[in-house]
């Protein structure tokens, strides 16, 4: 049974460039969650996806938009690119009341 | 304030060593409580849950205090694969979001 599978690995984006990040979830989850995790912080939630709709979105500004997919898995997108977007980007899926499994990660860097 | 506070550290311990993290958190509508584990460069899992009880799962012990909203982490004869970041969680409601502390490094040295 595959985990939570997240793609691409690592990649690299100019400033003000828009850039798409994919997530897969563990089978049979139907929820997916995006967090930010800048260097030596902690994870950051951004957004959480059930039946297609945003259900739960944390601080983030409106350059950072998502969707999920009739196969429950998932994209997050973001805009306009700042160096401060540089971050590991990691997906949780889980049933909606149970434990959060977590993908490898994007590492994202902007330069 | 951040809503999840926890030890700054790093800890650097010697092999067998006990190692205790404590963590804070500032909304009382928290309803549960994990302890992750993040190794360098990888994704966090799970370690553990939290109760107010106490839970323990061999050489490792949680605690929760809901009225001081503290929450703590008790490692017993440390070992070198017990290296590691160690998350301190809180979870509003069945359906919230996670809630990640800073992450407290633990290196346990030879």
């Known amino acids: 049974d595959a985990g939570v599978t997240q793609s691409p690995t690592h990649l690299i984006k100019t400033r003000g460039q828009q850039v798409t990040l994919r997530c897969s979830p563990k089978?049979?989850?139907?929820?997916v969650s995006w967090y930010q995790q800048a260097l030596g912080q902690g994870p950051q939630f951004i957004f959480q996806?059930?039946?297609?709709?945003?259900?739960q979105r944390g601080n983030f500004p409106d350059r950072f938009s998502g969707h999920q997919f009739p196969n429950y898995s998932s994209e997050l997108n973001v805009n306009a690119l700042l160096l401060g977007d540089s971050a590991l980007y990691l997906c949780a899926s889980s049933l909606v009341q149970g434990e959060a499994f977590f993908g490898q990660g994007t590492r994202l860097t902007v330069v | 304030r951040k809503e999840v506070e926890q030890d700054p550290g790093p800890f650097n311990v010697p092999e067998g060593a006990t190692v205790a993290f404590n963590c804070t958190y500032s909304?009382?509508?928290?309803?549960?409580f994990f302890w992750y584990r993040q190794d360098c460069r990888k994704e966090p899992k799970l370690l553990m849950s939290v109760y107010s009880s106490g839970n323990e799962d061999g050489r490792f012990t949680a605690q929760l205090n809901r009225a001081s909203q503290y929450i703590s982490l008790l490692i017993r004869d440390s070992k070198l694969s017990d290296s590691a970041t160690y998350l301190c969680v809180v979870k509003r409601g069945s359906q919230g979001n996670l809630i990640f502390g800073k992450g407290t490094k633990l290196s346990v040295k030879p």
């Open positions: 996806y059930y039946e297609e709709e945003e259900r």
């Open positions: 909304n009382s509508a928290s309803q549960s």
């Open positions: 089978s049979g989850h139907d929820t």
